[in-house]
Nanobody, 128 residues
Framework: VQLQASGGGQVQAGGSLRLSCAAS????????VGWLRQAPGKEREFVAG????????YYADSVQGRFTVSGDNAQNTVYLQMDNLKTEDTAVYYC??????????????????????WGQGTQVTVSS
């Protein structure tokens, strides 16, 4: 499985960006996909997750209500719509896929070590 993240850029606070995570490889469309980010000097943290099966979505408290994760099974692509961006959202954003499903993914989704496949990351910079 190969993942390609794109859509990052620079935006002013209050603005919006949409990230895309395109995947290739067999069975990807059933793997849950997470978006994680890493700011300078900080640990990588979970932002949002999408499970194709059941179209379930998951969010970190810090982005709940501002970010929306969605998936397009036919395109093997997961999106992260980011609205009302804040300066503290500045980070490199990664998409990652895991072989965990259902409740196992729900329990593990915030742990970066539980993801099996990673994209290359895309920079998001929010200025005040």
């Amino acid at each position: 499985v190969q993942l390609q993240a794109s859509g990052g850029g620079q935006v002013q606070a209050g603005g919006s960006l949409r990230l895309s995570c395109a995947a290739s490889g067999r069975t990807f469309s059933t793997y849950p996909v997470g978006w994680l980010r890493q700011a300078p000097g900080k640990e990588r943290e979970f932002v949002a997750g999408y499970a194709y099966i059941g179209m379930r979505t998951y969010y970190a408290d810090s982005v709940q209500g501002r970010f929306t994760v969605s998936g397009d099974n036919a395109q093997n692509t997961v999106y992260l719509q980011m609205d009302n961006l804040k300066t503290e959202d500045t980070a490199v954003y990664y998409c990652a896929a895991t072989k965990l499903y259902g409740s196992n993914y729900n329990r593990a989704r915030e742990d970066p070590s539980q993801y099996d496949y990673w994209g290359q990351g895309t920079q998001v910079t929010v200025s005040s």
